[in-house]
């Protein structure tokens, strides 16, 4: 297991000279910035032709880039044949160059600088992109730990994450369900107050959520039997199967609540306003994307509601 954090400038590929700069648009910006940044940060210049400033930068930002060996990448774009991604960017003046990593924009500076401006620049983004690699390793790292129910390893890693990264939406999430794993419910809660507000709608923080919400409120699996009786003289009960596949739920039975809720959305969907196809999504959301019984109900659920 590589626990985290060597030296920043650790484990950093080389790319291409080919590769490094290159020309892009409005409909390519997804593919050559966003999803690019996720596994080496990429500057994106915003410059127009007739903007004399921005003849001054370009150059000299394409040279400190090359002398970086492949630790980022450059984009540009023309402003005066992507004018619907300046708006979306905010762009009011150029040259404007902006720095993404992991999707998501870390620096900028807007104006042409020195040289010697630039090349701390691309070396501070340079780091941070190769740290950028490492705590993505670290955190999948922690997520087999999870897997296998080593709690212990797989929390201290979530945790060293954290304190690089406080904002790591993965590591936030896998500490909190080691916490709830372990019983350790309030510091669970402690810990999902981390997520930052526009990172609170994350599925994997909704996922946890759940987790967190439902361990919270127990239920009394003693009424189990008296429900599946009452469902046994009146099948079509469907508060009854509502409520003990909750109950179910609870005694970690997963797949028999998963079935009590399909019957009922097979035979009536928009029963109680759906009631049973939004309890079935909250079980897949607080059991997680990848669990066996997520994947499998959700399999039922396509077949019943696509049929």
């Known amino acids: 297991m590589s626990m985290i954090l060597g030296s920043p400038g650790a484990g950093n590929g080389q790319t291409p000279a080919g590769d490094l700069i290159k020309e892009s648009t409005t409909q390519n910006f997804m593919a050559d910035v966003i999803e690019a940044s996720r596994q080496q940060p990429v500057i994106v210049d915003f410059w127009a032709p007739w903007c004399g400033p921005c003849k001054q930068l370009g150059p000299a930002l394409e040279k400190v880039v090359r002398q970086a060996n492949g630790k980022v990448r450059m984009v540009k774009i023309n402003l005066d044949e992507n004018q619907q991604l300046a708006q979306q960017m905010r762009i009011q003046s150029i040259p404007a160059v902006y720095a993404f990593v992991d999707g998501q924009p870390v620096d900028g500076f807007m104006g042409a600088l020195p040289e010697s401006q630039l090349k701390q620049f691309v070396d501070r983004l340079g780091g941070q992109g190769s740290m950028a690699e490492e705590i993505e390793a670290a955190v999948a790292d922690a997520r087999t730990a999870l897997d296998s129910q080593d709690y212990q390893s797989a929390a201290q890693i979530f945790a060293q994450v954290l304190q690089v990264d406080r904002e790591n939406v993965g ?54 039997g008296t429900l599946k009786t009452q469902i046994d003289k009146n099948p079509d009960d469907f508060q009854a199967r509502l409520d003990l596949a909750v109950l179910l739920n609870g005694a970690n039975e997963r797949a028999e609540a998963t079935d009590q809720l399909i019957y009922i959305i097979r035979k009536m969907r928009g029963w109680n306003d759906e009631a049973a196809r939004k309890q079935l999504v909250k079980f897949f959301e607080a059991w997680g994307p990848k669990d066996e019984f997520t994947i499998a109900g959700r399999r039922k659920l396509s077949s019943v509601l696509f049929s």
């Not at 402690?190 to 996922?207: E, G, M, N, R």
């Open 171 to 224: 590591a936030i999430a896998g500490l909190a369900r080691c916490q709830i794993a372990v019983g350790d419910l309030e510091n669970a809660a402690a810990t999902l107050a981390l997520v930052p507000p526009a990172k609170a709608q994350d599925p994997q923080i909704l996922s946890v959520q759940a987790a967190l919400d439902l361990a919270l409120n127990p239920v009394d699996i003693s009424e189990i």
